[in-house]
T-cell receptor
């Protein structure tokens, strides 16, 4: 399977804390993307980082990419209850496929 | 941002019937749309890539006669689950991209329950 791996599979933290999720992929990529999915809904694009970038920020989100280790991390700072969702990384190789990781289920405790 | 509309949101059908799911890009033209299947608490599994005006490309293990895909225009792709059986019950999601390999815009998904 070309599917990437995220860890942890599930994460529970207190509101206000930072949440870090990691993603590993198997092939060389053109870009890597992170998506969020609320239960029973479609996915929402969060951020895209290209293979020649190492770090990217968007609001409370910070994404890093290490192509030598074929890994990426997503950091959500100052978490809120509304951040409770599943988060998926998705790698693009430059052909027409985007491969999703297995996801991290994040639960923010009040 | 771009909007992708998918409907129905949920459908319950009897075993042996066929179900059609529509995916529309509302404010952009999508030459390529993707269909995924998702089981509870699992990731998205790509079923097929739908190209406007040509045959869909199916992933290994996906029965093309079972899951019929039609992409007749730049804004509409349909997935028809033919002769549905209980094992076809799942959450089906479509997505589309306005630019090749850039970010995907997702429909809200269709929960299919086959009795």
């Amino acid at each position: 399977s070309q599917q990437g791996e995220e860890d942890p599979q599930a994460l529970s933290i207190q509101e206000g804390e930072n949440a870090t999720m990691n993603c590993s992929y198997k092939t060389s990529i053109n870009n890597l993307q992170w998506y969020r999915q609320n239960s029973g809904r479609g996915l929402v694009h969060l951020i895209l980082i290209r293979s020649n970038e190492r770090e990217k920020h968007s609001g409370r989100l910070r994404v890093t990419l290490d192509t030598s280790k074929k890994s990426s991390s997503l950091l959500i700072t100052a978490s809120r209850a509304a951040d409770t969702a599943s988060y998926f990384c998705a790698s693009s190789r430059g052909d027409d496929k985007i491969i999703f990781g297995k996801g991290t289920r994040l639960h923010i405790l009040p | 941002g771009a909007v992708v509309s998918q409907h129905p949101s949920w459908v319950i059908c009897k075993s042996g019937t066929s179900v059609k799911i529509e995916c529309r890009s509302l404010d952009f033209q999508a030459t390529t749309m993707f269909w995924y299947r998702q089981f509870p608490k699992q990731s998205l599994m790509l079923m097929a890539t739908s190209n406007e005006g040509s045959k869909a490309t199916y992933e290994q293990g996906v029965e093309k006669d079972k899951f019929l895909i039609n992409h007749a225009s730049l804004t509409l792709s349909t997935l028809t689950v033919t002769s549905a059986h209980p094992e076809d019950s799942s959450f089906y999601i479509c997505s589309a991209s306005a630019r090749f390999n850039e970010k995907l815009f997702f429909g809200s998904g269709t929960q299919l329950s086959v009795l």
